[in-house]
């Protein structure tokens, strides 16, 4: 990772790189495009365990190419392509298509090493980043060989488990981070508009096993408030997937700003989504911060960042091995795309027409304003916070909060209390397994608290609650989810969906849709 450096710096570096031709690495092999899904699903194909072994297998033989080569793999010196080389005969050796991308920086020949995974939609391409240079200082084992090293071996997992993602995978090692972003600004500077409109998401991981580790996510929907804002739109979706992963392993995280210190401030200034974790560099962990995470309140997270004392002893293998998880989990969710469970449809409605839904069918509802309907939402936004997307998962209407943008983000959001909507009756079979399955979001500001609510419920002669996501007094940005549950326990009942809001809070913006409601039997 870089030295701290003013956003500014870098967004006006991205125009002073080096202009020497080089070849775009473009997707690998073409195939059929598939429909893209909207949002991050449970992985229909579960992610593999990495094993922190190979991982440190690959940090080992970074240490040996330092050692063996001036003692840093920095830029412009023989370490640094000797790092390359390696990684490359890698990737070659389990059949990726690899290309070497040169850049001319201070004088010196750079190189960035792209990595594409045949198969899998071209026009929709998840691509995985991290630096694999060095300071001059030392051989900068944490600072990236952890990184670099936790994505190849994700990478080689890839291969090794036969897996074929419906998104196209491309994986990236830069060069020259160290002096300012250039082998990744050259690389994004250098894709054609189509080509970059191809990368979906951008994960970027840039130290991932400090000594005195942090779980850090960078903050994708801008829910802390601070620094430079949220990602482009879909970055929260990164977020909360990486999230997820650490959640499942009761780690808890906290948020770090796009600062623009690593590999994804390129790809952030020209509109594509990213995200990604870091364990810490110069910072000194607080005490608070101890607490949550163990580790030496008072210390750096990394005391050897940019020192030769960055080897392989400055290694926490706990965060490594965590961290290397966390980024497979992520890879293989956001490669695949949301498919309907298989079975016989019992019922299935996307909104493009109207079928019959009722608004406040109990004539209880208290909303005065933003209520349920079906509709063609407009995007609308507060201080950079998506509240409403203009954008459904399929077609161009959902059930909505209020579809209309207006002067302002309050105009048409949820006010004054609850809003409800239920579906015509639906008639489920007594047998086999029943799978509802739809896609939400709930959207708020840090005006917000948990007496908001967006909840989902199959209502027969019982009742089971399908959604219940409270609010909160944080920043959420809209970003379409995926649910799924079993309502096997109502076969044999004619039932209803029912939907319902609530802003209940003094004052807060709330917006909710839901999209892509299915019933199936199987």
Request: glycine share 12%.
């Amino acid at each position: 990772m870089r030295p701290r450096t003013p956003r500014t710096t870098w967004l006006a570096a991205a125009v002073a790189v080096a202009t020497a031709a080089a070849a775009t690495a473009l997707a690998g092999a073409p195939v059929a495009a598939r429909p893209v899904a909207a949002a991050p699903v449970a992985a229909a194909v579960a992610a593999p365990n990495i094993a922190l072994a190979n991982v440190k297998a690959h940090l080992s033989q970074f240490q040996s190419i330092a050692t063996a080569n001036g003692g840093n793999r920095a830029h412009g010196r023989p370490g640094y392509l000797a790092s390359v080389n390696y990684v490359k005969a890698q990737l070659d050796a389990v059949g990726y298509i690899t290309t070497v991308q040169s850049f001319t920086y201070n004088g010196a020949t750079g190189y960035n090493l792209i990595a594409d995974w045949p198969g899998g939609d071209p026009n929709a391409v998840v691509m995985t980043g991290a630096h694999l240079d060095s300071v001059t200082a030392g051989p900068g084992i944490n600072d990236n060989g952890s990184g670099s090293a936790a994505i190849l071996e994700v990478a080689l997992a890839v291969a090794r488990t036969g897996f074929a993602p419906d998104r196209h995978l491309r994986f990236g090692w830069w060069g020259a981070e160290e002096l300012g972003l250039r082998g990744s600004q050259y690389y994004v500077n250098n894709l054609p508009a189509a080509e970059r409109t191809r990368i979906k998401q951008y994960l970027n991981f840039d130290m991932v096993g400090s000594p005195n580790a942090g779980y850090f996510v960078y903050d994708g929907d801008n829910s802390d408030g601070v620094g430079a804002g949220p990602g482009p739109a879909g970055s929260a979706q990164i977020e909360q997937t990486i999230q997820a992963y650490f959640t499942s392993i009761g780690v808890p995280t906290r948020g770090t700003d796009f600062d623009g210190r690593s590999d994804y401030g390129p790809f952030i200034s020209v509109g594509i989504p990213a995200g990604g974790t870091f364990t810490g560099a110069e910072g000194i962990k607080s005490s608070a911060q101890a607490s949550l995470w163990g580790g030496t309140a008072g210390q750096a997270f990394d005391p050897c960042y940019h020192r030769s004392c960055d080897t392989t002893t400055n290694i926490n293998d706990t965060a490594l091995d965590r961290n290397a998880d966390a980024i497979a989990y992520t890879v293989w969710t956001l490669a695949q795309v949301a498919t309907p469970p298989p079975g016989t449809t019992v019922y299935s409605d996307t909104f493009e027409t109207a079928t019959g839904w009722t608004t406040n069918p109990a004539g209880t509802d208290t909303a005065t304003a933003g209520r349920w309907e079906r509709g063609d939402p407009a995007a609308t936004s507060s201080s950079g916070i998506a509240t409403q997307l203009g954008t459904t998962v399929s077609g161009s209407y959902d059930l909505v909060t209020g579809p209309l943008a207006g002067a302002s983000a309050g105009d048409h959001d949820l006010d004054g209390g609850v809003s409800t909507i239920q579906s015509p009756a639906i008639t489920l079979p007594s047998t086999g397994t029943l799978t509802l399955s739809f896609s939400w979001y709930l959207a708020h500001l840090n005006n917000s608290s948990s007496a908001d609510y967006l909840r989902v419920r199959v209502v027969g002669t019982g009742t089971v609650t399908a959604l219940n996501v409270a609010g909160a007094a944080t920043n959420r940005a809209a970003s379409w989810q995926s649910a799924s549950v079993n309502i096997s326990s109502l076969g044999g009942q004619t039932v209803r969906i029912v939907i319902d809001a609530a802003d209940a809070s003094t004052a807060s913006l709330v917006e909710a849709a839901v999209d892509d409601v299915r019933i199936v039997q199987s």
